[in-house]
T-cell receptor, first 113, second 107 residues
Framework: NAGVTQTPKFRILKIGQSMTLQCTQDMNHNYMYWYRQDPGMGLKLIYYSVGAGITDKGEVPNGYNVSRSTTEDFPLRLELAAPSQTSVYFC????????????FGSGTRLTVV | DAKTTQPTSMDCAEGRAANLPCNHSTISGNEYVYWYRQIHSQGPQYIIHGLKNNETNEMASLIITEDRKSSTLILPHATLRDTAVYYCIVVDNDMRFGAGTRLTVKP
């Protein structure tokens, strides 16, 4: 099992550019999540999904979009990158229900200049 | 907002038990308490979770008070590799992280 895989690991974007952060898991987990972590801070939930075709907003969804066409993949889209989106982005997944711990990816470090 | 309160930082001597407290006075009856840790800038790592009873696994023990308003994560024999930020989370519909406790294990 690869677990949760995030790509790319690092990326530098210019203001106004767009990009997609990829997240895939091979554990057949229904629940998937995107978090961002600013320096010295805890994680903030951006979006989450409870299954293919179902997504919902978290604490800080503005400036982001997601889709969930398959169980395995949960990409995060930034349409017009802003310096405020400079952060480390983590994807996580878990099996149905909350009796299981989340499995996190290794993160994508994004810098917007 | 996170539903938990944790100390900002703690120190522990290597080989000693590390006891990390967490207050969650507004916890509801069906909400679980989860603990994660984050080493450097890695993704958070699941440690343990519980509802009412105390729990133990190969990593740690979780002690939950009878009124469920607080809990303590115990690392029985802390090592230098246990230096990390530890997050206590009360799970409602999803998992919201607070600032956590920065544990430093010292030689």
């Amino acid at each position: 099992n690869a677990g949760v895989t995030q790509t790319p690991k690092f990326r530098i974007l210019k203001i106004g550019q767009s990009m997609t952060l990829q997240c895939t898991q091979d554990m057949n987990h229904n629940y998937m999540y995107w978090y961002r972590q600013d320096p010295g801070m805890g994680l903030k939930l951006i979006y989450y999904s409870v299954g293919a075709g179902i997504t919902d907003k978290g604490e800080v969804p503005n400036g982001y979009n997601v889709s969930r066409s398959t169980t395995e993949d949960f990409p995060l889209r930034l349409e017009l990158a802003a310096p405020s989106q400079t952060s480390v982005y983590f994807c996580a997944s878990t099996a149905t229900g909350f009796n299981y711990g989340y499995t996190f990816g290794s993160g994508t470090r994004l810098t917007v200049v | 907002d996170a539903k938990t309160t944790q100390p900002t930082s703690m120190d522990c001597a290597e080989g000693r038990a590390a006891n990390l407290p967490c207050n969650h006075s507004t916890i509801s009856g069906n909400e679980y308490v989860y603990w994660y840790r984050q080493i450097h800038s890695q993704g958070p790592q699941y440690i343990i979770h519980g509802l009412k009873n105390n729990e133990t696994n190969e990593m740690a023990s979780l002690i939950i008070t009878e009124d469920r308003k607080s809990s303590t994560l115990i690392l029985p024999h802390a090592t230098l590799r246990d230096t990390a930020v530890y997050y206590c989370i009360v799970v409602d519909n999803d998992m919201r992280f607070g600032a956590g406790t920065r544990l430093t294990v010292k030689p």
